[in-house]
């Protein structure tokens, strides 16, 4: 047995459908559903795409949710036939942001889905953020200042790619990179360009295809109070408008010179 298994067995008892009405719908024989059912055959790419589309639910949570722990209907639907997990809500109904933090980090690629994981982590509530699904993560490096590391961005879940302006920052999670913030663009097709704020870290692509969710920046929680660096444009303007002075000054001087 295996908990996709348990997953299709526990949603088509819950549909009150049987098995053979099922297979008529994901045009195969009773027979070869039976297999999935009971563990002693897996299901190939396509009629996991069946399945998932039947009941409406993605495949990654089939494959890695006990969906017998959640309540199907507080699910958020997104484009794509895509689900994600249930949105908890503080006593004012307010969305509670888990805090995915520099020690849990790690194991957030392998837990996005995984509704236990997700409700172990830590919470807040900043209700000045508005609607959507907030999550806040941790900002690692030097290459996206101001931001520095041990800070936490905290970004709403960005549901469509067409949601994604090019030019403005985003969290990130990959099944290659991993997790990163970047500032994106999209002038590449079937792929986004990610750039550091910092010059000193080179821009680079992400294919669509290995992006599993985007967040768009909201706002950060840091502790540092220092001054904040003047950046290369700035530095660059102050360093044209201190030659404008000393040229202003060098003409001054010359004309009380010459009096």
């Not at 070869?32 to 055959?41: H, I, L, P, Q, W």
């Not at 897996?42 to 089939?62: C, F, M, N, R, T």
Request: proline share 3%.
């Amino acid at each position: 047995m295996s908990l996709f298994s348990d997953n299709i067995r526990a949603l088509r008892v819950k549909q009150k459908i049987s098995q053979e009405k099922l297979a008529e719908n994901l045009q195969i024989t009773r027979g070869r559903y039976v297999k999935y059912e009971d563990g002693t055959s897996e299901a190939p790419y396509d009629i996991l795409k069946k399945i998932a589309h039947y009941y409406h639910i993605s495949i990654d949570l089939l494959l890695s949710v006990d969906v017998r722990k959640i309540n199907m209907q507080d699910l958020l639907e997104l484009e794509n036939n895509r689900l994600i997990l249930p949105i908890q809500v503080d006593a004012a109904g307010e969305n509670f942001i888990e805090v995915v933090t520099q020690k849990v980090k790690a194991g957030y690629l392998n837990g996005y889905a995984d509704p236990e994981y997700i409700e172990s982590l830590q919470q807040i509530s900043l209700p000045f953020l508005g609607p959507g699904k907030h999550r806040g993560f941790p900002v690692e490096g030097d290459s996206m200042p101001p931001h520095e590391s041990g800070s936490i961005i905290i970004g709403r879940y960005v549901e469509r790619l067409g949601e994604v302006q090019d030019g403005k920052t985003y969290i990130l999670i990959t099944k290659n990179e991993g997790m990163v913030y970047k500032r994106l663009n999209k002038n590449k097709q079937n792929s986004l360009v990610l750039a550091s704020d910092n010059s000193f870290y080179p821009n680079y692509e992400v294919k669509l295809s290995d992006i599993i969710e985007i967040w768009e920046y909201k706002c950060n929680i840091g502790r540092s109070d220092k001054k904040q660096e003047l950046s290369e444009t700035e530095s660059l303007r102050e360093l044209i408008l201190e030659v404008k002075r000393e040229v202003l000054e060098l003409k001054e001087n010359s004309i009380i010179s010459s009096k």
